[in-house]
DNA sequence: AAGTAGCTCAACCGCAATCAA
DNA sequence: GTTGATTGCGGTTGAGCTACT
């Protein structure tokens, strides 16, 4: 509003704001106008007058017509937005309270970029209003390497997810009373994906899935850390500390453990770049396949990367993105250059900071959120579970808290995963990561300004295919691995190992589909299948691929390549 | 003090869903 | 059932402002 300070006050269309018709030009505001000259631009008190006037007289909706009764000069759907976004009573002005912003939180973390959805919830505050802050806030944190959701969120969210998938659990595993831990079958004929049916019955909002696949958001991570890895070495780290202050002091606080993060990850990323690291591969230097790095370069790397380990594909995946986009073509770092701290700063995030809230759902599901939180949240509880039943764990190929620690004798699977040739885990670095990075880390293992340790998170277990245990080792940083930490972080599952899927509940044999079959979490699911190219899910929809509440199945053979990761000759 | 980069926010744009004829 | 108009939504843009060098 102050910006229309300039402009003509009289509402009368000025030359430079005339704007020809939509017929002629686009079709925006398109068909109302009847050959007469629209204006654009910023609205001035006149036109708001006018407009108000209107509403007064004759209600709200019927936009096209404000043009033709009252002689203003916009389009119905110009009309609307200034109605609905400046004019319309009851309007909150100003900056959001700390309740709101605490509101928005939790709502993003369920909702995604439901911005309509989300004003519905803050009354008198717009969808425009809170996109214009949840962008400016998402930049910011991602800038200062911050999560996207602050740390009680987590906790909250943790408490309920966990009871969600207690539920969850119970009726997988009513299904099948199989002993997943004995099949060895990296053979697998058929995949079953579970959703996490449970949820739906006690989930009054179920919208239609925006499609925010895990790779999206995995992708808004990695872009986000675009920001770490190209705007920080720009900005100076006296504002870089400065904002990451600024956002810890929002959170009251509860973001030290973040923002240590994040300073490392900064260098980190840095470093990483420096080297050339082929992110999101952590990849053993000496067993790395330059044929493979080859020839994803300039391929979506997050999906032929972690998804396609034998058959890199060509294809470019066109994400769906949430809120914060970003193309491809903003994603060109991602070649052999790129480096492997994104994915792990968003990972941080995601992990530290799964989805709260309970506004309209008590048990969110992952896919209905639409939000890697989630995902990375189910996993992280699932893990969690697991290493507490550690006299289950009879599989010398289950990951438990304490045979992922660097020791050479690596788990089955992973050796296995070796041997097959296939230099990439499934889901690699991404996966490994996510769990080996949800750690939280004292604040005061090192101070903002000293060198961070890249070792805090690239040093983590990051164990996958070819090249078994991967650091990235970056030399140009610290590295200040601590036995504690390596500890904590070996407690994470091993995602890249099918017995540890198996063993951790994120795969789980299924007699009831009557083959060797493994029912993979809705998680699982989510990174096989949601973060393929619209070309392989349609394939895979044809491979009986129900994306939807229930189950959803896959036949193997019928699978694109990239699903085929599981798949042993 | 000047130049510049980054930020904010209002508005635009395109698409899809809905509605009515 | 089809078509065109309307509405709603989410992503993007760009002008003005602010902070920094």
Redesign the pocket.
């Known amino acids: 509003?102050?910006?229309?300070?300039?402009e003509s006050e009289n509402g009368i269309v000025s030359n430079n704001q005339i704007?020809l018709p939509l017929g002629e030009e686009?079709?925006?505001?398109?068909?109302?106008n009847g050959g007469v000259v629209l204006?654009?631009?910023?609205?001035t008190s006149a036109e708001d007058a006018i407009l108000i006037e209107y509403v007064k007289k004759h209600g709200e909706?019927?936009?096209?017509?404000v043009q033709k009764h009252s002689g203003l000069f916009r389009c119905?759907?110009?009309c609307?937005?200034?109605w609905a976004?400046?004019l319309r009573p009851n309007l909150k002005k100003g900056?959001f309270t700390q309740e709101e912003e605490q509101l928005i939180i939790e709502l993003h973390a369920k909702m995604g970029?439901?911005?309509?959805?989300m004003a519905a919830h803050l009354p008198g505050r717009t969808?425009?209003?809170i996109?214009?802050?949840w962008?400016?806030r998402i930049?910011?944190r991602q800038?200062a390497g911050l999560p996207l959701y602050p740390p009680e969120a987590s906790l909250q969210a943790l408490q309920e997810s966990q009871r969600c998938l207690n539920i969850d659990r119970i009726e997988i595993r009513n299904k099948s009373q199989h002993d997943t831990l004995q099949s060895n079958s990296y053979g697998i004929p058929n995949v079953i994906f579970d959703n996490l049916t449970p949820n739906q019955s006690i989930i009054p909002y179920v919208p239609e899935l925006p499609d925010i696949t895990a790779s999206s958001m995995l992708m808004k991570g990695l872009s986000s850390f675009q920001y770490g890895s190209i705007?920080s070495p720009?900005?100076?780290r006296?504002?870089r500390l400065?904002e990451a202050t600024t956002l810890l002091s929002s959170f009251g606080g509860g973001m030290k453990n973040e923002f240590h993060l994040f300073d490392q990850f900064q260098e980190v990323d840095i470093a990483a770049q420096s080297f050339g690291l082929p992110f999101p591969f952590d990849y053993d230097s000496t067993t790395k396949n330059p044929e493979f790095f080859g020839e994803n370069q300039g391929s979506h790397t997050l999906a032929n990367g972690n998804f396609s380990a034998s058959k890199p594909t060509s294809e470019a995946v066109k994400l769906e993105?949430?809120?914060l986009?970003y193309?491809e073509s903003d994603l060109g770092g991602w070649g052999p250059s790129c480096s492997p701290s994104p994915l792990i700063e968003s990972v941080d995030a995601f992990i530290q900071s799964p989805p709260t809230g309970t506004v309209e759902s008590e048990c969110p599901s992952p896919r209905n959120s639409g939000l890697l939180d989630a995902l990375l949240h189910e996993a992280k509880t699932l893990s969690s579970a697991k290493n507490q039943l550690s006299d289950k764990s009879s599989n010398s190929s289950t990951v438990t808290p304490g045979d992922n620690a660097d020791s050479p004798g690596l788990n089955i699977s992973e050796t296995e995963w070796e041997d097959y040739g296939h230099p990439f885990s499934p889901l690699g670095h991404t996966a490994t990561s996510l769990f080996s990075e949800c750690t939280p880390i004292s604040a005061n293992e090192s101070s903002l300004d000293e060198s961070p340790s890249c070792e805090t998170f690239t040093g983590s277990k990051c164990k996958f295919g070819r090249s078994a245990e991967c650091y990235v080792k970056s030399e140009s940083v610290d590295q200040t691995w601590t036995a504690d930490r390596e500890k904590e972080s070996s407690t994470w599952l091993d995602i890249t190992s099918p017995d540890a899927l198996l063993d951790s509940g994120w795969l789980e044999h299924d007699s009831a589909y009557g083959k060797d079959q493994v029912i993979v979490t809705d998680a699982v699911e989510t990174l096989l299948c949601d973060d393929l190219s619209s070309e392989s899910k349609q394939m895979a929809a044809g491979a009986s691929v129900n994306h939807g509440w229930g189950h959803s199945s896959c036949s193997w053979n019928n699978m694109p390549a990239v699903y085929q990761m599981y798949e042993l000759p």
């Open positions: 509003m102050s910006r229309m300070t300039s704007e686009g079709n925006y505001c398109g068909s109302a204006k654009k631009g910023p609205w909706g019927n936009w096209n017509a119905g759907k110009s609307r937005l200034r976004n400046h900056a970029n439901k911005w309509a959805l969808d425009n209003e996109k214009n802050y962008n400016t930049k910011r800038r705007m720009i900005m100076h006296q504002k400065r993105l949430p809120s986009q193309s």
